[in-house]
Each structure stands twice: as structure tokens, then as C-alpha cells.
């Protein structure tokens, strides 16, 4: 299964200079207890922004062009190389940046999301748009700002309808 997961802010913006909009705690926390245990691909400017590397207990496949090695994961120079190197029972998430997350949509069987309910004031990526009539909401729970968190948002995950 093809799942994406990503924070999206109400104007479809997900970072601007290679980093993250918002610090969410809970949001962080929901994508380990997603994507551990399972396989996390990613282009090179995601790999490189993580702090720490590789994740720990997820297979990371980077997606690039370069012959650079990337410690403690694999590289393909295709997200269909990728996707052929898993098997068919595993459980892929898509984890950025926007130009991954573009290419995967239409392969994805879930999105995993983050609505924020705001607006930056900057971004210089965001997430690709999609048709909400093709989807159907299979899990919902929201979130209101609180002393973790500055903003309002809900946890959505969205199922392709031609995969119920």
C-alpha cells in the first residue's frame, strides 16, 4: 500500500527553505507511530533535512540523481525504481518534498494528513492539489491549540474510493 503523509497548511504549503512550517508535537508523534516499521521514501532535500540522518527503525529510500551515498539508506534514481524494490505486501509511505509528493499522488492508495488551519506568511513548497471527490475521509480527530501547539488542526486520513 502506497500511503503519503505530510503537515498542510489551508494554501496547500508544507516548508519554505527546506524545513518544516510548524512545530506540532502531536503531529511528530503520529508520524513515528505511522511510519515505523515500515518503508519511508523521500527525495534527497527531505533526506538532507533531516537532522539526525536516516530515521531510525524504517527502511529510508531516497530518491536522487547523484551517486552521493546516503548513510543508513538506499537510493534510486526513480520513485517507480523505488516502488519496485518493495514487496508487495509493504507498507510505503511517501514522506516528501513536494515534487515526491506530485509524482505519487496518483499511486497513492491513503493520504495520511496534517490540515493546519493556517496560512504562512512564507513557503516555498507545497502539496500537490488534489481532487477531494475521488477520497473518502476514513479517519478524522481534531486538534485545538494549546500550550504544544500554536495552531488548530486535524489529523485526516484520506482512502482513494477505487481502493475501498
Known sequence: MI????????????GLKGKLLYWLPADLKRFKALTTGHTIIMGRKTFDSLPKGALPNRRNVVLTRSKKDFP???SFSSLQEALASCGA???VFIIGGASVYAEALPLANRLCLTEVHDTPREADAFFPAFNRDEWEVAFLEKHEKDEKHAQDFDFIDYVKKSSL
Not at 7 to 14: F, K, L, T
Open 72 to 74: 543508513g539508506a538506499e
Open 3 to 14: 500511503n503519503i503523509i505530510a503537515a498542510v497548511a489551508e494554501n496547500n504549503a508544507i
Open 89 to 91: 505486501e509493504e507498507e
